[in-house]
């Protein structure tokens, strides 16, 4: 009996205290297996670079800017497989969006992740110290001001935080920002970036000084600053690393969108994308793929050349028919399906037949998908690059800040005679306002298929008029989606009369 | 202790030598089948002198004399008594009780008699599964507990069950805790042999909170069978099989139907006719009887079972072999389960036991349940292409997404295989009286191999499924967990009324793990025969491969009180404290108690025991349960996001480092406050039995995982994606009634009937993100989502357009206020939308509740009839008040359609429900509720009849039993939903009940043998 009960005192002393004592909560801390987490990171130049990497990343979601730009301005249709397919790109194509709308939320959402990466490595800046840091911070500097420009492009005024990322809260103290301060903040990330970026991009796609210039030069003549635009953009055009392609031994305009003439001579700016990896609808921002073109394919195409598509984008019978006659222009821009289709033998599928937003009998040439092994979904992945800042663009944005900016006539019309006769279009000896049309002219001739219309548009105060159902200065800007005002808990204000 | 029992037992013995004793002796039988019934209690009444039977039935009991009374009592009988005269041979036999008071009841970490339990538990016994031979054990709950909806996630072979105790309590996983005989088991029912099981307790109410911050779903407890101590070594054989079939074809048009209808919708639009000649078009392909097939399920089961004095076992195996209705062997589920059980006592004071699970499964698949799946694409493809166009460049143009679905089936090449071994090792020590010490280890470790192959081919231009490469993809992974449980119960009984128990203990458990996988091209001869890395010669950037590993870990510690006075008295509380890996360490730990307290009011002085009720029990329970089923370390930021862009003169992938989820240090546990009242009574002899709950859940602080947040903080980056947040709160509150009936007649007829029947009312009350709802699902292509979890809603409900008929005349349409936001102008026979917020606009402000996929009532209705050898049963169930929507028609000119259409409008008078048909834009087809369709039915899911050959029959081939019957499974399903099977659901809480052409459950006839010897 007394041994019982000795040895049950003892087994219930043990097990209280082996339930108390040995197992303590220290059981439960576990750290992430091969994780890496934020507090132990920026310890050395690659953890630089590889955050770089990752805002460098964010610049393929920008084809959404490009598709949309282009179907909200007078140059194309929203297309798709019906009225209603994808419908948020369809509202702006009739110029009838809402605060609610899915597409301009991935256009507010994606470049204020470039946005927000951009700043993960401008608020750890001070952290390690190496060699070519400066290098590194002024391609971050860079992008977020490519990102901001976007933005405020879209949107006008936004909420900034030029000291580091944005923290969960933030959306409901930070304000937005009025334009002028937005524009202030970009023009000072880009002269950090034109100051200290090498005059040769370490690696293709990635900034060089000359971008940052470019950039900057536009940024300058959106806010038509015309004295610091110009020398600015003359900069890039002294610098004698770019040249118009075609003009060259060896180049033919006509290749100037194949995959040939990808970061050529002309490219000031270009975003890379390639198809090797697939990629899904449940992540489009995830694709390395550019999605515009895929988007932008021929429906059900099957023939030469290229490869199938959505059918989205569609340039109408008004821009096919707005170029020159004789400008070798129309025919790399805009593809007539029914004369390629006689040509050829192709055959292809119509979609939305809509009038306002349907089918038009053309589609994007520049960016259409080219016969390529992409990954599937092959719709998604197709590899052709953006060029973003083309040295034709930074020639025609020259001469139209020498122009109105009153400062040299001259050298404005060198610039354009210089894209024109690229085009196989003969000299233009206008002055004035003449002159400045005959820019504005070239420059939808020069640019369309590439979202510069609707904002060029905007910014020389001629969309109202131009655009069927633009009304200034309603649609000057996008509606903020509505989600975000009340995410910050109406801190931000709607833009007017949305 | 024992010997001064064993004294004072032979003290008294030879105290009664003086009397005029004798010995008597007997065999104790079951009344119903004759078996002998060991371990039968006799003991003589009012001493202590007591034996049990052997396992033959067989007792002998010495010094009894004249007048003596002995009683007979076995657990699950009636308890019987034997006044002694003279005779020296009793043989008496038992009658089963169905009473069922008595019996035991598993709680977690400890069991509980029936009549003490003061929580809400619901269970189904052996006989339940037996009489439905559920391929999945989970469909066994399925309108046989009251409160409990099991919905299959399809009828392909192999698929989960998605199983919801009272309702849906949150927005992401809603699946309760699955405890298998103790331990936690995270393999899924599908994984577990049905006939292994002894038992199923489901604990809906504040009771599981010993369970803690694991049990806010409820919990499963699966008890498995054992053998039983004195038994004669029983082998039982099994075998069923049968063909399946589907129980439904979508009705789509014939190829002249089609064609009528098509010609019809291009010449509104003023196109060309497609068919200008319809006349040899006849009736086409009907695609729906290309798909479905018959196909066969087999299953073999085998068990042995038996004991001795002081060890039991139990053996199983079982194999079950399941073809799919589409598909076949592309998508068929095979499982081999094998089982041994194996209890001994090593001394008056320690026993052990053990048993081990192992399983193995293999399955195909085929592409279902989503757009572009098999029966998607059946019920899309036009009825004018013949079955062997496998490319569909030259016919009439159908979208990219819409393929040949038979060419799909031939295309799709997978195998999954997932080896299972599972078990617990228990060792149980009553060291003092009273007292009882119990140690477990349980375990599971899992390997899975996963192998898919997409071959290159081409189903047309533009179309998602051609491919230019092949690519093999394998995936190996190794899941683990242990479960250590310890803990100490003290039992006594004090002062002859105060009979408490007290359990104290602790639970460390841990589940760690890796996979592995990669992706090639360049399969050797575009064949799954050389899918592998090994034959693969491509290059480039997809020859990926990744990896992964885990730990996460939960340690606990609870204690439990019960306490009942004189059986009348009935209370229990308990308190659980976990500390989880989960959360961040200032968060990480937190305590869950609960009390609950009964009334046994038939155990009253002032109740009349000769009246109708014999028992009636008043109990309420109330306490706080936790979930912590969310994603990982979402309390740090990790740079696992996305960072690959293309560099240098080759255009080449790099890879670089990129913030994923925005991390929130502040996430805790989900708590959930649960109140149940209820009442268990039985009346008339306990034939009938009635068991009614109410209980009202509420779900605080809901864990929302990647909840929308302003995209200035960068989620939309990606590889990135919203915290996760405390940001909801749901309730759930409803009526359970159940009432059972059972009755043996003399003449052997048995009946019993089970009826049960629950409400559900379900909403959310906080969405704390700003914008106070949260969406989720999908509907057609490039459409906002349909779903939402929004303050005041059903979690789910459908958000969308209100129809208001058809626009009759142009007139019509401009009186009313314009639709042309919504993607184009209106026109006579277009669907009219309601103004909701009366803006004199249709704009996305005017969507609102179009109905939700949560049924408000749900029931049961179970019958069994048994009379000489033989035996039949029904099951059925219904679903009341969901809705679902219809999601499988694909939004394109040129797909079929469902005969509905035949019904459109044509012009000014010809119809209000169906728009008219045209090529022309139209906004018919964005999300309104003419795609919204009541999803009530009613199932009748099994019925079996079967015939156990008479013992004189058989007795000389050595068998002991001999039943055979036949069933049909999913028999038929009262509803006035459209699609194939009203049991669609994705069971995501936000977006179930969206319909991309489920896969529909199959009906099936069985034929079966059951041999026991």
């Known amino acids: ?498 | 202790m024992s010997k001064a029992l064993l004294l004072f037992f032979l003290l008294t013995a030879s105290f009664s030598l003086g009397a005029q004793t004798f010995s008597v002796s007997g065999n104790v039988t079951d009344a119903e089948n004759n078996m002998p019934l060991p371990q039968v209690n006799i003991v003589v009444k009012g001493t202590t002198k007591g034996v049990v039977t052997d396992f033959d039935g067989n007792y002998i009991i010495e010094s009894v004399s004249t007048g003596d009374v002995l009683v007979f009592s076995y657990i699950g009988f009636s308890t019987r008594e034997v006044v002694l005269g003279t005779q020296q041979t009793v043989n008496i036999s038992l009658e089963p009780n169905y009473e069922n008071l008595n019996e035991i009841v598993v709680v977690g970490y400890g069991s509980q008699v029936k009549k003490e339990v003061t929580g809400a538990v619901s269970s189904i016994g052996a006989k339940t599964i037996e009489d439905l031979k559920p391929l999945n054990a989970a469909q066994a709950l399925q309108g046989t507990t009251s409160g409990i909806n099991v919905t299959p996630q399809g009828g392909a072979p192999g698929a989960e069950a998605n199983i919801r105790i009272r309702g849906i309590a949150t927005n992401r996983n809603n699946a309760p805790l699955i405890i298998l005989d103790g331990f936690q088991y995270e393999g899924g029912l599908n994984s577990i042999n049905p006939e292994d099981i002894e038992n199923i307790t489901v604990l809906k109410d504040a009771q599981a909170a010993i369970y803690g911050t694991i049990a806010a779903n409820g919990v499963v407890l699966v008890t498995t069978k054992s053998g039983r101590k004195n038994q004669k070594p029983k082998i039982q054989y099994d075998a069923y099989t049968g063909i399946q079939e589907t129980t439904r074809k979508l009705p789509v048009l014939n190829a002249t139907e089609y064609a009528v209808l098509l010609n019809e919708s291009y010449a509104n639009a003023g196109q060309a006719l497609p068919f200008p000649d319809i006349s040899n078009l006849g009736k086409g392909t009907n695609w729906q009887d290309e798909v479905f097939r018959q196909a066969p399920v087999t299953n073999h089961n085998l068990s042995i079972t038996g004991g001795e004095e002081k060890i039991h076992y139990s053996l199983g195996a079982s194999h079950l072999d399941q073809e799919g209705i589409i598909g076949g062997d592309k998508a068929d589920f095979r499982r081999s389960t094998a089982r041994i059980s194996l209890n001994a006592d090593i001394s008056e004071k320690l026993s052990v036991s053990t048993k081990l699970f192992y399983s193995r499964v293999k399955r195909h698949n085929i592409n279902s349940f989503s757009l572009g799946s098999v029966l998607f694409n059946a019920a899309n493809i036009a009825p004018v292409i013949d079955p062997s166009t496998a490319n569909l460049d030259n016919t009439i143009s159908l979208g990219n997404e819409v393929v040949n679905p038979l060419t799909q089936i031939d295309n799709t090449f997978n195998e999954y295989v997932t080896n299972r071994l599972s078990g617990t090792i228990q060792a149980t020590l009553k060291y003092i009286r009273n007292m009882e010490l119990q140690a477990r280890f349980g375990f599971n470790t899992s390997n899975s191999r996963n192998r898919e192959f997409a071959p290159i081919y081409n189903y047309g231009a533009g179309k998602i499924y051609t491919r230019t490469d092949n690519m093999v993809t394998l995936n190996k992974i190794n899941d683990n967990d242990y479960t250590f449980d310890l803990f100490n119960t003290y039992s006594n009984v004090l002062a002859d009324h105060h009979k408490v128990t007290f359990m104290l203990g602790m639970t460390a458990y841990k589940q760690y793990g890796e996979g592995l996988g990669g992706t090639r091209t360049g399969v050797q001869a575009n064949s799954w025969k050389f899918a592998d890395f090994n034959t693969a010669t491509g290059s480039g950037d997809n020859q990926t491969n990744n990896s992964y590993a885990y730990d996460l870990r939960r340690l606990s510690y609870f204690t439990r009180l019960q306490y009942a006075f004189k059986n009348k008295y009935l209370f229990s509380a308990m308190i659980r404290r976990d500390a989880s890996t989960l959360f961040a360490p200032e968060h990480r730990v937190a305590y869950f108690p609960s009390a609950s307290a009964g009334w046994v009011v038939s155990e009253e002085d002032f109740f009349n025991d000769t009246g109708a009720v014999n028992f009636l029990k008043l109990r309420a329970s109330y306490g706080v349960l936790g979930n912590d089923r969310i994603p990982t370390f979402g309390y740090l930021s990790l740079l696992n996001g996305e960072a690959t862009y293309v560099l240098g003169n080759d255009q080449s992938l790099v890879n670089g480092y990129a913030l994923g989820r925005l991390a929130n240090p502040g996430i805790k546990w989900e708590e959930a406050k649960k109140f149940d009242v209820g009442l268990d009574l039985q009346l008339f002899d306990n034939k009938i039995e009635i068991i009614a709950d109410y209980y009202r859940n509420v779900r605080e602080n809901l864990l929302i995982s990647n909840i929308p947040v302003s995209g200035i903080l960068g989620t939309g980056a990606p590889g990135a994606e919203g915290p996760i947040v405390n940001a909801g709160t749901v309730e759930n509150q409803g009526l359970e009634f159940a009432v059972n009936y059972n009755q043996t007649f003399d003449n052997g007829f048995n009946i019993s009937a089970g009826y049960n029947i629950a409400t559900l009312h379900n909403k959310a009350t906080r969405v704390n993100n700003g914008t106070g709802y949260y969406e989720g699902g999908a509907f057609s292509v490039g459409q906002p989502m349909p779903a939402r979890m929004e303050v005041g809603k059903p979690l789910g409900y459908f958000y969308g357009y209100r129809t208001d008929g058809i626009f009759q005349t142009q007139d019509e349409v401009e009186t009313h206020p314009s639709q042309k936001a919504l993607g184009a102008e209106a026109r006579p026979g277009d669907i009219r939308y309601v103004d909701v917020n009366g803006d004199g606009v249709i704009d996305a402000k005017d969507r609102t509740d179009l109905g939700n996929p949560i049924p408000k009532v749900t029931m049961g209705l179970n019958l069994s009839l048994q009379y000489k050898g033989f035996d039949f049963s029904a099951y059925s169930f219904a679903n009341l008040g969901n809705d679902i929507v219809r999601n499988y028609e694909r939004d394109q000119p040129n797909v079929n359609k469902m005969n509905y259409r035949l019904n459109r409008w044509t012009g000014p008078g010809t119809g209000n429900s169906v728009p008219r048909v045209t090529t022309e834009p139209t906004t018919n087809h964005v999300f309104s509720d003419f795609f919204v369709e009541d999803g009530s039915f009613a199932r009748i899911q099994s019925i079996t009849l079967g015939y156990t050959i008479p013992d004189s029959f058989i007795k000389k081939s050595g068998l002991e039993k001999f039943r055979i019957y036949t069933k049909v499974d999913n028999v038929h399903t009262f509803t006035r939903y459209s699609g194939y099977d009203p049991t669609a659901s994705s069971g995501d809480p936000i977006g179930s009940g969206i319909d991309y052409g489920f896969y529909p459950v199959p009906r099936t006839y069985i034929i079966g043998v059951n041999l026991q010897f």
């Open chain 1, 1 to 498: 009996m007394k041994k019982t009960y000795i040895y049950s005192l003892l087994l219930t002393t043990a097990f209280t205290t082996f339930t108390f004592t040995a197992c303590s909560d220290d059981f439960v801390e576990v750290d992430p297996r091969y994780e890496i987490s934020s507090g132990n990171y920026f310890n050395s130049e690659d953890d630089y670079y590889n955050a770089l990497l990752g805002t460098y990343d964010i610049l393929q979601s920008t084809y959404v800017n490009v598709i949309l730009g282009e179907i909200a301005s007078d140059n194309t249709h929203a297309g798709g497989e019906s009225a209603t397919d994808v419908i948020g790109w369809q509202q702006v194509d009739r110029m009838e969006h809402t605060p609610i709308n899915d597409n301009l939320d991935d256009i507010w959402d994606w470049n204020f992740a470039g946005v927000q990466r951009a700043s993960f490595i401008i608020e750890n800046q001070d952290k390690t110290d190496f060699e070519g840091k400066e290098q590194l911070l002024a391609e971050t500097r860079f992008l977020r001001a490519y990102f901001n420009f976007e933005l405020v492009k879209w949107f006008g005024a936004i909420p900034m935080k030029p000291e580091g990322q944005f923290v969960l809260g933030d959306e409901a103290i930070v304000p937005r920002s009025p334009v002028s301060e937005v524009y202030a903040y970009i023009e000072s990330d880009l002269e950090y970036a034109v100051e200290r970026l090498a005059v040769d991009a370490p690696e293709t796609g990635r900034v060089s000084k000359g971008a940052a210039q470019a950039l900057l030069g536009k940024v300058y003549l959106y806010q038509d600053k015309f004295d610091e635009a110009a020398p600015m953009l003359n900069l890039v055009i002294s610098s004698g690393k770019y040249h118009l392609y075609g003009t060259r031994q060896g180049e033919d305009y006509k290749d100037l969108f194949e995959y040939e003439a990808e970061n050529s001579g002309e490219s000031v700016f270009e975003i890379q994308y390639t198809g090797v990896q697939g990629a899904g609808f449940e992540c489009l921002q995830c694709s390395e793929g550019n999605v515009m073109v895929g988007f932008s394919g021929i429906r059900n195409y099957s023939g030469p050349v290229f490869e199938s598509g959505y059918g989205f984008n569609l340039p109408t019978e008004e821009a096919y028919n707005s170029f020159e006659s004789g400008d070798l222009r129309r025919d790399v821009t805009v593809l007539d399906i029914e004369a390629w289709v006689s040509e050829t033998g192709a055959s292809y599928g119509i979609g939305n037949t809509d009038p306002v937003t349907g089918h038009t009998g053309y589609y994007n040439r520049k960016y259409l998908p080219r016969i390529n092994d992409n990954e599937g979904d092959a719709n998604l992945t197709q590899p052709n690059n953006y060029r973003a800042i083309r040295y034709a663009d930074v020639l025609l944005m020259a001469a139209e800040a020498l122009v109105r900016g009153g400062i040299d006539e001259v050298l404005a019309r060198d610039y354009l005679n210089q894209v024109r006769e690229r085009a196989g279009l003969g000299e233009v000896s206008a002055s004035g306002n003449v002159l400045l049309e005959a820019i504005y002219r070239d420059r939808r001739s020069e640019l369309m298929g590439e979202g510069h219309r609707f904002f060029d548009l905007v910014r020389t105060g001629r969309a109202q008029g131009t655009i069927t159902g633009f009304t200034a200065p309603k649609n000057n800007i996008f509606p903020v989606p509505l989600e975000e005002i009340q995410f910050s808990q109406n801190t931000w204000e709607q833009n007017p009369d949305y």
